[in-house]
């Protein structure tokens, strides 16, 4: 029996005599965005009829859920689901291509796989490639099940998969100083917002319903919501003021807050600068530490006894934050005294030139800021005394996602960090919740951020391997030679395989290999990053593609030669949308809510759930050990820093093993939760919660750990990034590696003069039906989406369409520098900044979807990315370009 | 006993949870949709507000739609639910120009939700569960079949959610109420009450049973036949001359 046959005779053991009844409820967990809610679905002679959230679970909006979760049962029985094998047989490749799929079986489909693999894998693993993303069913098993399997061969990543508005910056600045994946406020007890770009709280995304649910509760509360954005129809039209700024200026913004409280409100959070982060540690005139002469360990100057003393002394009581001190002969400062001085060149009305945001509202967010974070307050829960600082800024997406990326997020966070409400109650918290003391009765499924190299903040729960460290401490730079996206040169910036200037780079980096396999999974590379022409230029050369999903789209019809038909997400049994990586732990003090994705049915057609794709694979190719072994130190937390050291790490997973996935779940949840707790609990309890402490919640001050506010690494690094990178052709402002978070504007206010032609800025924006591009081709959700004036089409300023003399309905074309074009409706609104046009990304044309064909405007087919269009530090790509917009047709 | 519903706009995101819902719940074939949100916007740049009502069926206590049904199809429940008796409907659609909230729909035709690839199984089971003629007027229902099943089982409408309408239970900013509006002490009856719940457009005189807490009454949203403005979010009326609500509110 092979071991698809054998998983499926193990779900009939365990769900075979649920399945027998008429009408039944099955608890799982939401595929069609990466926030991944708690659901539970109704099933009614073997058919799912209805879904909700779960109400006994804070996983979600305890018992509510987005329209994209509700419609999502269409896609379960949508005609256009991909139920076998296809190959291609059309050999052209391309945008646009019918790749006129002809079935096929699952031996020949994975024998031809596994055959390319290995010729490929011979030559040189490297020239293996995937990409995935967290796609419409794919949940968190991108980033689990198969890029694992991609590591385990040897392969690399290419084309990045995550769409164009991932958080480069977000998730290194998060991990920097969150130890976490991303931010969220502690809406529970926040009383103050101020957002900037990104709809977290109203659109999709980490924490999804969890967020809309807490952050509804809390503007009913009281807590104000101040939104800064470009546009004001999304979540701003929450809030209680909207600010109009434009795309990618809110750093200037930051840097004049961050000065005006430092430098003359003078209200911060001394103690939390002096204990929690790096500005204590003792800078040089050569802008890096002071260190110890025999052990290097940096120095601190000591107020209590005046002495200067490394970073890890036990005697060290009030570090100093200013003055100046001599160390090893050298006269250093505390780095915050740097950064204080450097603070004061960003003046309010200075910011407000280039934002457009006016100087006397800059200057009352400081001080509203400084006022409601009650700065020296203390909260007691639980009888467990915390810190309360209930404001905070947060940005995400729309703000992190630009050429300058790095600079602008440590900006927006210096502010944070003045105000002290990093992981403390009512402030920011780290999503995925970065610790956790143990589930009460096993003592497993614990993990911790801790003080590592150099007492820096370094994360716990996860292993982080994407392209060059997150977390601390950095990697250093080896290449070329070892990546496609360069980040062995960079540090930890990837510049991917789809610039206009890749080839360039490459070749002159020696051409070290060329791709012979593309795998994909989950998202859909071709439309979601850049034009798609500049995605076409790489996968045409790419010898054999293939791909698992349960969905045909533009990329596998326009260049994949084999398609698996992946489960969808409600026959789908998994447990990496539960586990590690996730950043859909319930945040703040609302419970740990363990749930499942469990099926509510057998899978449809010849469909198969991804673990056992890539199970069989790992098999054929001869990576099984090393695969199983990537499991399983994923799903043991082994790498993760352990707060109990005591508790025994087992291994879940023997090294030649062949467990099917079934199996695996269920060892999985025994090993964390105990042998009564296995998959036939979670089948008849539906999931586990447990109270979450305040430790846990609000982790901050019992961790012994900083974070960086000067980035010295940056100052020690540049020269040799600078030389390798320009032997290969990168010419850059290599003054991004600075220590101090700076101003530099995004490559979009410099490459053209400011009275160009091309004088209006397109953003994308999220729509709450429309997360995935994917979700267009719903019926359920066109019928209703097609209804909001903003989804489908261009939205413009109704006082910048009146001076184009373009009207409402109009069929406009927006046209870049580069002479990209694209075209679609306009709708006017009074509430798009008048210098911004913003589209909603769709814009589909795969025969596969064809709902979705033909509906709105793809905003990613205007951007060109290259060296000095992405941010070199953090890797964000700059997704806001500057267009000319004119009328082509008038609507009457 | 009259069973009512508030909906709190100041925790209201407009996500349409309530209409994808809505629509499943009842299996809507395409072209009929019996939740709806209205957006639109008013002021201008910078001091911009939008407007986003959720809308359904108001049942209202004195409903205009029931005085000219020729048929008796459009009747009113003793606990004030107003529904459509499919089989007696003849869909003339005099309801449909009498309802001053346009909260009816039309089923004018059977047309695939994948046009061409034939009725899915979904659309198959709705045929069976939740059966509606061509040629007849629908609307919400307050989800009548849960509030009697769950009477039936002992549940509580508006507080056990088997027996609550669906758009209620699947809102997930929880900015749904339902109750009994006959209930002094019911929470609908309070909210309403003590945080000024208003009824859309009351001076139409239907006196309907769905509230909104922090709306306006004369909202600049509600489309009606008889001249007021009209901004609706369908692509036909937005695009329409003079009705894009936006330009005529500089």
């Known amino acids: 029996m092979n071991i698809v046959e054998k998983d499926r005779e193990r779900y009939r053991e365990i769900f075979g005599e649920r399945d027998k009844q008429k009408d039944y409820w099955v608890y799982s967990i939401c595929s069609l965005c990466y926030g991944e809610c708690a659901i539970r679905v109704r099933v009614v002679d073997g058919r799912p009829v209805a879904v909700e959230g779960v109400p006994e679970s804070d996983r979600g909006a305890q018992g509510g859920l987005c329209g994209k979760g509700v419609a999502a049962l269409l896609d379960f029985y949508d005609p256009n689901r991909i139920l076998y094998p296809v190959k291609r047989t059309n050999p052209r490749k391309g945008i646009h291509e019918d790749p006129k799929w002809q079935r096929i079986s699952w031996e020949e489909a994975l024998d031809t796989i596994a055959e390319k693999l290995v010729a490929a894998m011979k030559k040189d693993p490297r020239t293996v490639c995937s990409s995935y993303t967290p796609g419409p069913t794919g949940g968190m098993r991108g980033n689990v099940t198969w890029r694992r399997f991609f590591q385990a061969l040897g392969g690399s990543r290419a084309l990045g998969g995550p769409g164009i508005m991932c958080g480069g910056a977000a998730h290194h600045v998060g991990a920097l100083q969150y130890a976490a994946w991303d931010i969220i406020p502690d809406y529970r007890f926040c009383n103050y917002v101020l957002r900037c770009g990104g709809a977290e709280s109203w659109a999709s995304g980490r924490n999804s319903r969890a967020s809309v649910r807490q952050a509804a509760a809390a503007r009913e509360r009281g807590m104000k919501l101040k939104v800064m954005d470009p546009q004001g129809f999304t979540v701003a039209s929450l809030g209680r003021e909207w600010i109009p700024i434009l795309p990618a200026t809110d750093i200037a913004v930051f840097l004049a807050i961050g000065n005006l409280i430092v430098n003359e409100i003078g209200i911060y959070d001394k103690e939390y600068i002096r204990h929690k982060t790096n500005g204590v540690y003792l800078i040089g005139p050569d802008r890096l530490y002071v260190r110890e002469k025999q052990t290097g360990k940096p120095l601190f100057f000591d107020e209590a006894d005046g002495n200067v003393k490394t970073y890890d002394d036990p005697t060290l009581t009030q570090p100093a934050i200013e003055g100046k001190y001599i160390a090893n002969g050298v006269e250093c400062r505390p780095a915050f005294a740097l950064v204080k001085d450097h603070l004061k060149q960003y003046k309010p009305d200075w910011a407000s030139e280039i934002s457009t945001v006016p100087a006397d509202t800059i200057r009352r967010l400081a001080r509203e800021l400084v006022d409601e974070a009650r700065i020296g307050s203390v909260i007691e829960i639980d009888g467990v005394k915390v810190p309360y600082r209930p404001a905070c800024v947060v940005g995400y997406k729309g703000m992190q996602t630009h050429q300058n990326s790095f600079h602008a997020y440590t900006a927006m966070h210096l502010i944070n960090v003045l105000l002290g409400n990093q992981d403390v109650c009512g402030g920011i918290l780290g999503s995925g919740v970065p610790r956790s003391l143990g589930y009460p009765e096993t003592g497993r499924f614990q993990f911790s951020p801790y003080g590592g190299v150099e007492g820096m903040l370094t994360v716990g729960p996860w292993p982080i391997s994407t392209g060059g460290s997150m977390s601390w401490p950095p990697s250093k730079v080896t290449g070329p030679g070892n990546s496609w996206s360069f980040n062995d040169v960079l540090g930890h910036a990837t510049l991917d395989v789809y610039t206009e200037d890749w080839e360039e780079l490459w070749s002159n980096a020696g051409s070290p290999f060329k791709p012979e396999v593309f795998g994909t999974y989950g998202g859909n590379v071709v439309m979601n990053i850049v034009r798609p022409e500049s995605a076409e230029k790489f996968l045409r050369k790419v010898p054999f593609a293939f791909a698992l999903q349960p969905f045909h789209n533009e990329t596998t019809e326009g260049f994949c030669d084999i398609v698996l038909p992946e489960s969808h997400y409600l026959e789908t049994l998994d447990v990496c949308s539960a586990f590690g990586v996730t950043y859909n732990y319930p945040t703040g003090l609302d419970k740990w809510s363990m749930h499942l994705r469990m099926p509510v049915t057998e899978p449809r057609g010849e469909a198969r759930h991804a673990q056992d794709v890539m199970n069989d694979l790992a098999d054929r190719v001869g990576i099984r050990r090393k695969y199983n072994a990537a499991l399983d130190d994923f799903y043991t937390f082994r790498k993760a820093r352990q707060p109990n050291p005591n508790v025994e790490i087992p291994r879940i997973i023997e090294p030649e093993e062949e467990v099917s996935n079934i199996e695996m779940v269920d060892r999985i949840l025994k090993y964390h939760f105990g042998e009564k707790r296995g998959l036939e609990r979670f089948r008849d309890n539906g999931f586990l919660t447990w109270n979450k402490k305040p430790e846990e919640a609000y982790w901050r001050w019992f961790i012994n750990a900083r974070i960086p506010i000067y980035f010295e690494n940056h100052e020690e690094d540049r020269e040799e990034i600078k030389k390798r990178a320009e032997k290969i052709g990168f010419h850059l402002n290599w003054d991004y590696f600075t220590g101090l978070t700076s101003y530099f504007p995004s490559v979009i206010f410099t490459e053209l003069p400011a009275d160009s032609e091309y004088d209006l800025f397109v953003i994308s924006q999220r729509d709450s039906l429309m997360t995935y591009r994917f979700t267009a081709h719903n019926p359920h959700i066109d019928k209703v989406a097609s209804r909001n004036p903003y989804t489908y089409n261009i939205n413009m300023n109704v006082g910048t369409g009146r001076e184009k003399g373009i009207r409402d309905g109009d069929t406009i074309c927006l046209e870049n520098h580069w002479g990209d074009k694209v075209t679609g409706t306009v709708k006017l609104s009074q509430l798009v900044h008048p210098k911004v046009v913003a589209i909603c990304g769709l814009g589909s044309w795969a025969k596969g979807a064809p709902i979705s064909r033909g509906k709105g405007v793809n905003p990613n087919a205007l951007i060109r990315q290259d060296q000095h269009h992405f941010c070199i530090i953090s890797s964000s790509v700059e997704p806001t370009v500057r267009v000319k917009a004119y009328k082509i047709k008038e609507t009457r | ?250």
């Open chain 2, 1 to 250: 006993m009259r069973w009512g519903m508030v909906i709190n706009l100041n925790k209201c995101i407009g996500c349409d949870a309530c209409a994808v819902k809505c629509n499943q719940e009842h299996f809507l074939p395409k072209g009929v949709l019996w939740s709806k949100t209205l957006i639109s916007e008013t002021g201008k740049y910078p001091r911009v507000k939008k407007h986003v009502y959720p809308v359904l069926c108001n049942h209202c206590k004195d409903p205009a739609c029931t005085k000219v049904c020729p048929t008796g199809a459009t009747q009113q429940r003793e606990d004030g639910i107003v529904w459509v008796d499919q089989n007696k409907c003849i869909g003339c659609r005099h309801c449909m120009i009498s309802c001053p909230y346009q909260s009816r729909s039309y089923h004018s035709e059977e047309k695939e939700y994948y046009p061409g690839q034939g009725f899915t199984e979904w659309e198959t089971i709705g045929r069976i569960l939740y059966p509606l003629r061509v040629g007849v007027v629908s609307k919400c229902i307050f989800c009548k079949e849960r509030i009697d099943e769950g009477i039936k089982k002992g549940l509580k409408p508006g507080v056990d959610r088997e027996a609550t309408p669906a758009c209620v239970i699947i809102c997930p900013a929880k900015a749904r109420y339902f109750g009994d509006l006959d209930d002094n002490e019911s929470e609908v009856s309070k909210l309403i009450h003590e945080k000024g719940a208003v009824q859309l457009y009351r001076a139409h005189g239907t006196d309907p049973s769905v509230y909104y807490i922090g709306g306006i009454e004369e909202a600049p949203v509600v489309t009606k036949y008889f001249g007021i403005q009209v901004f609706d979010t369908s692509p036909e009326l937005t695009f329409k001359e003079g009705a894009t609500g936006s330009e005529e509110n500089e």
